[in-house]
């Protein structure tokens, strides 16, 4: 069944989506002890704070402030990553629980934004949603990369000296 957002919606819901993500990232970075860990998810925040920027652009609403204004803000309280983190962190979560969350996270928003994006009609406002679904498949793949380093799996970079020939 068609979905009928206006673009101002969509934008304003990629822009609320973005922070939330980054806001993520950002706790997940300063507890996390190992530094190419850190690295990963202050990259990932950074990314999220960028792809925020491009909607908040777009967005010709006058509600969320300025840009820097906004990005400010103390997270959402209705964060579901941000609420699972703080849950694992009361069991001693690690750098390898919080990407374990961010793998699902980003699988299971990956999934919303594309099962959305299939009902959407206006073409724009579908773009917008779609340009979030390839954004989420790429940092989960990042995710996805440094989970298998830290766990000492076959890295991707390290294939041509596992793979008989």
């Given at each position: 069944m068609p979905q009928e957002f206006k673009l101002q919606e969509a934008l304003k819901l990629a822009i609320q989506t973005e922070k939330n993500v980054m806001d993520f990232y950002k706790r997940a970075a300063e507890?996390?002890?190992n530094p190419r860990g850190k690295k990963v998810f202050n990259l990932l925040s950074s990314e999220e704070r960028?792809?925020?920027s491009h909607f908040f652009h777009l967005y010709q609403g006058g509600d969320l402030g300025?840009?820097?204004q906004f990005m400010a803000t103390p997270p959402h309280p209705?964060?579901?990553m941000l609420k699972e983190l703080q849950k694992a962190l009361d069991e001693s979560t690690h750098e390898r629980k919080a990407m374990e969350i961010a793998l699902r996270e980003e699988?299971?928003?990956a999934k919303n934004l594309t099962l959305t994006a299939s009902h959407i009609v206006d073409p724009a406002v579908r773009?917008?949603?779609e340009k979030m679904v390839k954004e989420t498949r790429d940092h989960y793949a990042l995710?996805?990369?440094e989970y298998a380093h830290l766990m000492a799996m076959v890295h991707e970079t390290d294939i041509d000296?596992?793979?008989r020939e």
């Open positions: 507890i996390t002890k960028e792809h925020a300025t840009f820097e209705d964060s579901v699988e299971d928003l773009a917008v949603f995710i996805e990369s000296t596992y793979v």
